[in-house]
């Protein structure tokens, strides 16, 4: 309760923070509950393509004639899965390798940390897209899986170097003692004291990984189909927005919703920070 | 049988340095503020050439501060605020950069505490040696000899020459640190060295070495000493000379047997040295002192330690008590020891 | 410090060979095995022996398309040590390298220079940012740079091109250089190549110049507060050598560390800008071969942009130790990335920087 009661008076402080959550939050709302509020079709409704914005279409029109704004709302549901799904993956694997290797040491700590080397030289951009042309696919879980393939690395390491620091503390001496079950230690020792870096990391992640993907779906790496950010800037590109400017609201509206949503993670993470990190609440 | 912790170390100390001894270092109305809070209010005091001068009191009385304006050092936002501090008759106060950049290390040299890291991580300290040569040529025109006498205090200090100079700081221990940190802050052959702490972080081996190494220097050298501590045990093994310090103001000065020895004494003094445990005597004999040392922000009107001194009267919660010292100049600052002397004995 | 060496060589050669093999089964192991597909194809077309069929699909993928996939492996990497990634698909007969080979200068340029521009702004704006943080500079310029650090680079690219390129016809926005120029070192060129390049680099550096100004700031703010800055001035040393090696020095020193490991992701980063202006640097190829199914030269260009990257990681770790001489203490063995992070050492930023 204290830790709630603290990270509000840190949001409250940091106004940008405090902005940043409420923006996270409406975005997840509408992911959740956009479908029952927006519709989109593929097919030309009638309408009439690159309205400038009015009260029946707030953001316009794109070039079939739909709504951009009931296109970005659909949208915001696939990208967010991917985001948060790759995220997971990306803290799961990380903190488990990080942890596990930490604690261990030894022969397997080095094994575990050569292997992790090799993910974390690998150029990630160029390999994901390399692998997302291969499979072609639209689950977004699958999408997700791949664009976490090397981004685990660089946390894993992160969460190492602090679990070998506490390895050699004195509560993980006192938990031994007491012949406390290694998952024990690694879960409720380690973890909670790593607990705060991998907050943070968790919502960078996401930032990475809505990064990612958009940019998979605008070089059209990924296929297109279905309504999401990415594929909208991409439809956008080949219907010719670059070259005139009535379509200037269709093209930037999906560029202002990514903006948005990840300038709000950076600046909430920041809250985070200042949560876990007292030192830096003298800003 | 004498059970007094700290005084039994010191059946027979002498001490104090003669009254002939010139003045080489002087703190006069000396005041440092940080915004509206007075760090250090209204200190004097003399230190004499040959000295080791102790300036002892708790956490943040105020004692690292006036030490740190020794050097014209004082963190910023803190200024002087008040008085001048002169050095072989200088004002140190009104220096600029430049001449204070002289000053340091070649005139008054300071060694921080040990657990500061004194040492650029990524310098050899030999280079860094180097760059304290290189930044007073006069001292030592030739750098060969410099470097010579360096590794000649280094073997003062009882550390090898050659593992210290090409070496980095995360080679060293701690005690090691501050060995060479002493060797370092000597080597221009300053006439004032002052210490922070030196034995606070240490282990009990290496506080009985630096302690050693201090007296072997001052014996060789002639430098005059002055060393910060709240530890009265290191007081009574090295000062000849004490200052005590509470909330920023003086409260006793003196020489180490009219501290620990006269009976005319500051009660707040008189509690430290009741406050100081002992291997030996009895344990109903430590008394720590109740109360807490007010806060900057929230000083009490009149005497800083009225709250928490048993002989507390009308006239302390009024008027701050001055210091009145007697005819040998052991000084106190309270109404009720210092009752029965006039302000016509009073000499600072 | 030998020890230190014949380390990073192994590990550097372990990880070629690891993308190697990733190469090689992502090509046959995938949904949609690409090699079966271009015979399908082929034979399809018709008019053509099975003889034949399996030449082209050789001489392609530099590996026999059928036989034990062990032997095929061994072909495989055998070829590619000796520098030879089969040809291109759509442009058969012109080997796989070659056309890498052309594209790696643009890309080096590109980013290079890029990366120069934004790590010395950042340079600059950081010491400013840590040396006066309450100035109204400092707000403002932290503000913008935190907004910035956040925005997607392609998102900065498309703004650009729209802005600058289209409406208002400043900049070029395809090709390395103008059709007219001769290339060589002669100065219609050289400028015709620097005003191609213009906006592209103008893209990256937006972009990225916050990340190292918020990093510099951060490295400059931990030093001026430290112990041996202090001690240094209480030595006498001057203004001029305290801010030199003392300030300076120490906090370049993990800024040395992130720019030194930003040069391996530059090959893996120009992706997106060098596609979007059609700059055909290595990110570009990458890409057109996606769009073209052209997958031998994909898997070359990902290879190579691999091996890049694992060069310059190793060419690092070489100077480094002569920059910061406590990484070769065994007792303080820092990693890399155990170094302040600046934007680029956190999970998910790493596939941002990517």
Redesign the interface.
Same mark, same amino acid.
Do not use: H, Q, W
């Given at each position: 309760m204290e830790f709630l009661k603290d990270f509000w008076r840190i949001l409250r402080e940091d106004k940008p923070a405090l902005v940043g959550g409420v923006v996270i939050l409406v975005y997840v709302l509408v992911a959740i509950f956009g479908h029952f509020f927006a519709h989109v079709s593929d097919l030309p409704s009638g309408g009439q393509a690159y309205l400038g914005p009015s009260l029946d279409h707030p953001l316009g029109t794109d070039f079939l004639g739909n709504d951009t704004l009931s296109e970005i709302v659909i949208g915001t549901r696939p990208v967010m899965i991917v985001g948060v799904v790759s995220a997971v993956i990306v803290i799961f694997v990380g903190v488990v390798v990080g942890l596990f290797s930490g604690y261990v040491g030894g022969f397997l700590d080095g094994l575990i940390m050569r292997i992790t080397d090799i993910f974390l030289t690998i150029p990630g951009l160029p390999l994901i897209i390399v692998i997302a042309s291969i499979i072609h696919t639209t689950n977004p879980f699958v999408l997700a899986i791949i664009l976490s393939v090397t981004a685990w690395a660089g946390l894993a390491r992160a969460v190492r170097a602090q679990a070998l620091s506490l390895r050699t503390s004195d509560f993980i001496d006192a938990a031994k003692v007491q012949n406390l079950p290694l998952t024990n230690l690694i879960g409720r020792q380690l973890l909670p004291n790593v607990g705060p870096y991998v907050a943070i990391s968790f919502l960078l992640a996401v930032t990475g990984a809505i990064y990612a993907q958009v940019g998979l779906f605008v070089l059209g790496v990924a296929p297109v189909s279905g309504t999401n950010w990415g594929i909208m800037i991409n439809l956008a590109m080949n219907q010719g927005a670059l070259y005139t400017s009535r379509s200037m609201l269709y093209l930037f509206a999906p560029m202002a919703a990514i903006v948005l949503l990840q300038v709000a993670l950076v600046y909430f993470s920041r809250a985070l920070d200042k949560l876990f990190n007292p030192r830096l609440r003298v800003q | 049988m004498n059970t007094h912790p700290v005084t039994a170390l010191h059946a027979d100390a002498s001490g104090g340095t003669r009254q002939t001894a010139p003045t080489i270092l002087e703190v006069d109305e000396v005041s440092v503020e940080f915004g509206r809070l007075r760090a250090v209010d209204t200190v004097s005091l003399t230190v004499r050439e040959g000295d080791i001068y102790a300036l002892a009191g708790e956490s943040g009385c105020g004692k690292s501060t006036l030490a740190y304006s020794l050097l014209g050092m004082v963190p910023p936002p803190g200024v002087v605020a008040t008085g001048q501090i002169r050095y072989r008759g200088r004002n140190l106060t009104t220096m600029d950069r430049r001449e204070l950049d002289q000053l340091r290390a070649a005139e008054v040299s300071m060694v921080f505490q040990a657990a500061m890291n004194a040492f650029n991580p990524v310098i050899t300290i030999g280079t860094q040696v180097e760059h304290v040569l290189e930044a007073h040529p006069d001292s030592f025109p030739n750098r060969r000899e410099g470097r010579e006498y360096f590794e000649y205090l280094l073997r003062l200090v009882r550390l090898d020459p050659q593992t210290v100079w090409n070496g980095y700081e995360s080679r060293l221990s701690g005690g090691m640190k501050q060995r060479v940190a002493i060797a370092l802050a000597l080597l221009l052959r300053p006439s004032v060295l002052v210490l922070d702490e030196p034995t606070t972080a240490l282990d009990i081996l290496n506080q009985r070495l630096v302690i050693d190494i201090l007296n072997d220097l001052h014996e060789k050298l002639g430098v005059t000493i002055i060393f910060i501590t709240h530890d009265l045990a290191l007081v009574a093994e090295l000062a000849n000379r004490v200052a005590v310090m509470y909330a920023g103001r003086l409260v006793e000065t003196g020489t180490i047997d009219e501290i620990f020895y006269d009976e005319r004494r500051h009660p707040y003094v008189s509690a430290l040295i009741r406050a100081v445990p002992s291997v030996t005597a009895d344990t109903s004999l430590i008394k720590p002192i109740a109360g807490r040392v007010p806060s900057l922000a929230e000083l009490p009107k009149g005497c800083r330690f009225a709250p928490r001194c048993a002989l507390a009267e009308e006239i302390c919660q009024e008027i701050d008590p001055p210091l009145l010292a007697d005819a040998s100049g052991h000084g106190i600052a309270c109404h009720v020891v210092n009752a029965g002397m006039t302000t016509k004995g009073a000499v600072r | 410090m030998l020890g230190y060496l014949a380390r990073r060589v192994l590990?550097a050669l372990? /990880?070629i060979y =690891?993308?190697v093999t990733i190469s090689f089964y992502?090509?046959r192991l995938?949904?949609?095995n690409?090699m079966q597909y271009l015979e399908a194809q082929l034979q399809q077309q018709g008019g053509v022996s099975p003889d034949q069929i399996r030449q082209q699909v050789e001489a392609i993928y530099g590996v026999m398309p059928s036989g034990p996939l062990w032997k095929q492996y061994l072909t495989y990497v055998g070829n590619v040590f000796r520098g030879d990634f089969g040809d291109s698909m759509l442009n058969p007969g012109q080997g796989v390298l070659s056309i890498i080979a052309s594209a790696l200068p643009w890309t080096v340029i590109l980013v290079g220079i890029s990366l120069i521009i934004s790590f010395v702004i950042g340079l600059v704006i950081g010491t400013i940012l840590a040396a006066y943080p309450d100035s109204t500079f400092s707000k403002v310029m932290t503000g913008v740079v @935190?907004?910035l650090?956040? =925005?997607?680079n392609?998102?900065i690219a498309?703004?650009l +091109?729209?802005l600058l390129a289209?409406?208002n016809h400043l900049f070029p926005i395809t090709g390395a250089y103008s059709n007219n120029t001769e290339p060589g070192f002669n100065l219609p060129f050289i400028g015709s190549v620097l005003y191609h390049a213009a906006l592209p680099m103008a893209a990256y550096v937006i972009v990225s110049f916050g990340a190292w100004s918020l990093a510099m700031k951060g490295s400059v703010t931990t030093v001026l507060g430290?112990?041996?800055v202090?001690?240094?001035?209480?030595?006498?040393?001057? #203004?001029r050598?305290v801010t030199q /090696?003392?300030i300076g020095?120490?906090a370049m020193?993990p800024m040395i560390t992130n720019l030194a490991v930003s040069v #391996?992701?530059m090959?893996?980063?120009s992706?997106?800008i060098e /596609?979007y202006f059609s700059y055909p640097g290595l990110?570009f190829r990458? +890409?057109s071969a996606?769009?073209s199914r052209d997958?031998s030269l994909?898997?070359g260009?990902?290879i190579l +942009? /691999?091996i890049a990257?694992?060069v310059s990681?190793f060419v690092v770790d070489l100077i480094y130790p002569v920059v910061?001489?406590?990484i070769l203490?065994p007792? @303080?063995r820092k @990693?890399r990335?155990?170094a302040p992070p600046p934007q680029a050492?956190?999970?998910?930023?790493?596939?941002?920087n990517?």
């Open positions: - | - | 590990m372990v /990880t =690891v993308v992502m090509v995938m949904p949609g690409p @935190s907004f650090s956040a =925005v997607p392609y998102l498309i703004v +091109i729209y289209d409406l430290a112990d041996y202090r001690a240094a001035e209480a030595r006498g040393l001057g #203004g050598r /090696t003392y020095r120490n020193l #391996g992701y090959f893996g980063g992706v997106f /596609t990110g990458l +890409i996606v769009n997958y994909m898997m260009c990902f +942009i /691999t990257v694992v990681n910061d001489p406590r203490k007792a @303080s @990693s990335l155990t050492e956190l999970p998910g930023a790493e596939a941002m990517a």
